[in-house]
């Protein structure tokens, strides 16, 4: 599968537990506890574990954004 097939995937997966979160937080009050327990901590490691593989699959992307822009500072005050 190529690392597009892959992003097209996870993207959409990331919002929704992204929403999952924002909403399980505001209604913190409004669920049970042992609903919110399970919902947003298992869902909160699903998106660290995704959230991780995205930066890996981006991680040429943000190499050239981010410290392309270091080097070519490094460079100028040399």
């Known amino acids: 599968m190529t690392k597009q ?3 097209a995937i996870i993207n959409p997966l990331l919002l929704i537990l992204i929403l999952n979160q924002i909403i ?6 409004e669920i049970s506890p042992d609903l919110y327990d ?3 901590f298992y869902t909160g490691i699903l998106l660290t574990v995704l959230g991780i593989i995205h930066l890996i699959l981006n991680w040429e992307w943000v190499k050239n954004v981010y410290f392309k822009k ?4 490094a460079k100028e005050n040399n």
């Open 38 to 40: 399970y919902v947003h």
């Open 5 to 7: 097939k892959w992003l």
């Open 70 to 73: 270091h080097k070519e500072k």
């Open 24 to 29: 399980t937080g505001f209604l913190h009050d």
